[in-house]
């Protein structure tokens, strides 16, 4: 098993990681993954991994501008999917704690999550990896007309702050 840089070529992959996310209907607002060019664009280029085990991609980690603004360049935002057939054996921890350390490498001092409050198993993994709930948008935004509660998590760098 290694973590190392998501490349082109995985995203099949990762797409495919994703769209078991948007089937759940309690995970993402997405209604369809994007292309790898529009994904590309939307993720920082060097913040952005796979979990790899026997030459298959189980999971995925990156992070996304939250600003475009100038100063808060430090400032981004947390995707983290494992396949459904390997959760629970901890790869999601290991990924979070993989992407926390190279952040503070690359000077990201605030990471931010958005949850579905429904998400208790994200709450719950972000939690053991320091985040704090900053608070709950209700009705944040519609998927399949109904309206969703978005949490809304934050993790401050200890290094850098
Ligand atoms: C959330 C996710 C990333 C966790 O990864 P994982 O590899 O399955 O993680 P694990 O099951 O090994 O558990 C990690 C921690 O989550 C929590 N957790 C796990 N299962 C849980 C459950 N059923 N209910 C509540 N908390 C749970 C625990 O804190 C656990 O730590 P522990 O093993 O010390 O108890 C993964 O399940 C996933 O990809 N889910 C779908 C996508 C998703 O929700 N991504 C986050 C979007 S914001």
């Known amino acids: 098993m290694q973590i190392r840089n998501l490349l082109p070529t995985d995203y099949p992959a990762v797409a495919a990681i ?22 590309d664009a939307d993720h920082l280029p060097n913040l952005r991994f796979v979990l790899e085990e026997e030459g298959l991609v189980l999971a995925w980690v990156a992070l996304s501008p939250v600003l475009q603004r100038t100063g808060y360049q430090g400032v981004a935002e947390l995707s983290v999917y494992v396949d459904q ?49 900053l608070g709950t948008q209700e009705k944040a935004a519609q998927l399949r007309g109904v309206w969703r509660d978005n949490t809304i998590m934050e993790r401050r760098s200890k290094q850098l702050i």
Request: proline letters at 3%.
């Open 85 to 133: 057939a390997a959760q629970g054996r901890g790869l999601g921890p290991q990924l979070m704690d993989f992407i926390i350390g190279e952040s503070e490498r690359q000077c990201i001092w605030t990471i931010l999550s958005f949850i579905f409050p429904e998400n208790v198993r994200s709450i719950k993994l972000h939690e053991k990896f320091g985040f704090r709930i």
């Open 18 to 39: 994703y769209q078991q996310a948007i089937d759940d209907g309690n995970i993402t607002l997405a209604m369809k993954t994007s292309t790898w060019e529009d994904w």
